[in-house]
């Protein structure tokens, strides 16, 4: 019997989507991403991951600046400015060398920044574990993404290089 202070009020529902992403990640997502890293040299794979880290910092930027973090804020703008010309789209991160920090801010840590408690554990169907505070996150990073405009048959094969991708940084940790 659960109380009502539980820390997963919605248990049933994450379990099943913990079981889909399971299952997905097992049968389809792991096996292309471990045949990706097998015929993908290593600095074509970090040029790719340099390239989608790229297009969405400006979700970056945004937070930085909402959190009132305005050194930063202009930091991050000059990070995506220099990684977008002079890094060729973001393939290279020519700004890390140049003294400008990569940093990982988002809507969830800029909710938190302003009082608003995480809410709700979910764990959400292809994106994982998550909290209620995080969900406007998704819209954001959503808006700001370039890739977010493209449309026709380019899409599809972008969106699951980028999925291939991050699953295949994520092996080591994994195998773990």
Do not use: C
């Amino acid at each position: 019997q659960k109380s009502a202070a539980s820390p997963d009020p919605i248990e049933p529902a994450n379990r099943v989507f913990y079981d889909f992403n399971e299952g997905l990640d097992k049968h389809l997502i792991k096996p292309i991403a471990e045949g990706y890293v097998k015929i993908t040299p290593e600095p074509i794979r970090n040029s790719v991951t340099n390239f989608f880290d790229n297009l969405a910092y400006l979700n970056v930027i945004l937070n930085s600046f909402l959190q009132g973090k305005f050194d930063q804020g202009f930091s991050d703008a000059g990070r995506f400015i220099m990684n977008s010309t002079l890094g060729i789209a973001g393939l290279f991160d020519v700004a890390t060398p140049a003294g400008m920090p990569r940093h990982n801010e988002d809507v969830g840590q800029t909710l938190a920044t302003w009082g608003v408690g995480r809410g709700t554990y979910l764990y959400l169907p292809v994106q994982g574990p998550d909290t209620a505070r995080n969900l406007p996150n998704i819209a954001t990073k959503l808006a700001l993404n370039p890739l977010t405009y493209i449309s026709g048959a380019i899409l599809f094969p972008i969106t699951a290089l980028n999925v291939i991708n991050i699953r295949a940084n994520l092996l080591d940790a994994t195998n773990i």
